[in-house]
């Protein structure tokens, strides 16, 4: 049978794995321009979702309960960004994302520390400004901007980037 198929399609094989240099000089510009319009879009809807207005006030807790546990987890902006807020030894309030700089591991807090612990590659942030304390991070945890109102704290927006 695979004779017959030869013969009816006569294909001299080793010349048709031959690559011509226009041909793939065709494939790595459409390439390339695919990846740099691709890098452009991301940068741009990045841009644009940074730049916009705040996101809606959530509530987050009491004061009350912040002091019984020392913290609380909570999403803020969406219901798929996961947040923390924690009484810190010097009794302010501080609230940042969960989401590890590095690959967004979840961080942990560690009151005996007051710091915020990421497990999945050691690193650590200080709970008074976000900073980077160790490891791999390359830039501070996201800070929360809350709203103290009457016993009552609510995240009411994000801090841009430092």
């Avoid at 902006?77 to 989401?99: F, H, M």
């Amino acid at each position: 049978m695979h004779d017959k198929v030869k013969e009816d399609f006569p294909i001299d094989w080793e010349a048709d794995q031959y690559v011509c240099r226009r041909e793939f000089l065709k494939f790595m510009t459409l390439a390339s321009g695919g990846l740099a319009v691709g890098s452009v879009s991301i940068a741009a809807l990045s841009r644009l979702r940074r730049s916009g207005a705040q996101p809606a006030a959530v509530f987050v807790c009491t004061s009350d309960e912040l002091r019984t546990t020392g913290w609380r987890e909570f999403f803020y902006p969406g219901t798929e960004d996961p947040c923390i807020v924690v009484q810190l030894k010097s009794g302010k309030v501080a609230a940042y994302s969960r989401r590890c700089t590095h690959l967004s591991c979840p961080v942990l807090w560690q009151a005996k520390n007051d710091r915020f612990y990421c497990p999945c590659h050691n690193g650590a942030f200080s709970a008074e400004d976000g900073s980077v304390l160790q490891g791999p991070p390359p830039r501070p945890l996201t800070r929360v901007i809350l709203d103290i109102r009457g016993g009552e704290i609510w995240a009411v927006g994000i801090e841009s980037e430092r």
